[in-house]
């Protein structure tokens, strides 16, 4: 029996649910990856991020080679195209089984069920596994079996299924040894299929270099590792100051599957096995942190509509938000006036990742200081985050903009000087990315423009007032619900 592995964002081989059933499975495997440029495009993916996966899948395809395992790596436009090349694959290799694991946006699931559908029609298999969560979406309920709208419970029910399950985060498998593989054509890259093999030319998308983050295998486990043995303990309390290097940045991997949330927890609890019974501890925070994002990913299989461009709190829809082209671009391009969100949407740009305080920082500023709608900012961060992830990245931001289920209340707004001043004391992190304010005194690196010697910086004063922005804000949301 033959089967094809349909690698989508879970790129690697290790503690793969799909590639496992596979080769239980079947005698003989072919994997593939289909690049789908019209729909990055529409969904705004960042050239840092394909990139990323592109130098990936070199790696991939020598793991699986290891494994006997060819990899195809094709390009077509769009999701729409995306079943008849899956089928012309499976034509041209006699397969009768194909293994994936689930993607759980609204798109992905669309195309999925469209190509499982043209699959059945041909009498070919098609098997979609639950892996990129500990836990599958559905399974972490309410008593009452509806799915959870607010975190802590969420959590509460999470940590006690996992107490039960937890023989499934032991040490994971290392990758299973060979099996007996297709013969691909050797030498030829253009399969009968007609698509031309992608793996080793750029795809037709803008790349921008990702090498500041390593993608073998040993870089990786090797940050894990680090983070795991030396800075989970502490990460309670370093994690929200941008200027130390208190987080695991392990953000891209996760969101592209290159490790898997059961690798974490299972290097995480060799570590710190009580951390469970121990909520004030910093290994505890951060498996906090891993729920959070399995709490987003439940959320967006229980609420499609979150994958749609709506906000989860129905009302929200009423606020009347500005639109300002001016304000939106001093924002993108790091020009606020405010020097916290500047370094930050400057570090963005530069480096493709933001630290999660500055993202909370400078989304709040969007819309609130700003009252610039929450879209504008998820499609900006979307389409420069290495590690975007429809599911944080919208659970973010309608957490910051209060349109979301548990999210920051609309009254409570962030100010920007304060969380300045609190998260980046002697502004190191400030002068880092806002050049301009290098010899700024510390007493004034949070408000440059209240410093003597401002006439001299060639920095923008504060494009809002933040007492003033902050009452407009509120007003506009008890406007929208009805409060008055
Ligand atoms: P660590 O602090 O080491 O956390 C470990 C892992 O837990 C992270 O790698 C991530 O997978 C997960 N995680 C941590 N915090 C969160 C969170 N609040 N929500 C969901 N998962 C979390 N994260 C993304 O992976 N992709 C995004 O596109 C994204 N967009 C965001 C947008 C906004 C407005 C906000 C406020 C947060 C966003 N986050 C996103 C969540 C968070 O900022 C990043 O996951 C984190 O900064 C990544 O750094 P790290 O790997 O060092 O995290």
Known sequence: KSGLVWFRADLRTVDNTALL??????????????????????????????????????VLREQLRALNIPLQVMEVADFSEVPAAVLSLVDEHQVGHVFCNKQYEWNELQRDHQTGHLLSQHQIKFSAFDDSCVIPPGEVLTQKGDPFKVYTPFR??????????????????AAVEASHALNLSNGSSVGASGIADKVDEPFTYPQTDSMAWPVDEEAIRQRLLTFC????????????????????????????????????????????PNCLDEPESGAFCWLNELVWREFYRHLMVAFPQLSRNQPFIAWTRNVQWQESDKALKAWQQGLTGFP??????????TTGWMH??????????????????????????????????????????????????????????????????????????????????????????????KWPGAVTLKYPKPIVDHKAARLRAIDRFKLAKGDN
């Open 356 to 449: 999660n305080r500055l993202r909370m920082i400078t989304a709040s500023f969007l819309t609130k200081d700003l009252l610039i709608h929450w879209q504008a900012g998820e499609q900006w961060f979307f389409s420069h985050l290495i590690d975007g992830d429809l599911a944080a990245n919208n659970g973010g931001w309608q957490w910051a903009a209060s349109t979301g289920t548990d999210a920051q209340p609309y009254f409570r707004v962030f100010n920007p000087t304060t969380q300045s001043e609190r998260f980046d004391p002697k502004g190191e992190f400030i002068r880092k990315w806002v050049h301009e304010l290098k010899d700024v005194p510390d007493k004034y690196i949070h408000e440059p423009h």
């Open 229 to 272: 043995e030396e800075k989970a303990e502490d990460y309670h309390k370093y994690r929200d100051f941008p200027a130390f290097d208190g987080t695991s940045c392990l953000s891209p991997y996760l969101a592209l599957g290159l490790v898997s949330p059961r690798q974490c927890l299972a290097v995480l609890l060799h570590e710190a």
């Open 156 to 173: 509460r029910e999470w940590i006690k299924q996992f107490r039960m399950q937890g023989a499934a985060v032991q040490p994971v498998p």
């Open 21 to 58: 059933a596979a080769r239980e499975t079947c005698d003989s495997l072919v994997a593939l990856y289909l690049a789908t440029p019209m729909q990055w495009h529409e969904h705004h993916v960042a050239p840092i991020q394909i990139d990323f996966i592109h130098r990936r899948l070199q």
């Open 340 to 349: 916290i969100v500047d370094a930050a949407m400057r570090q963005l740009k």
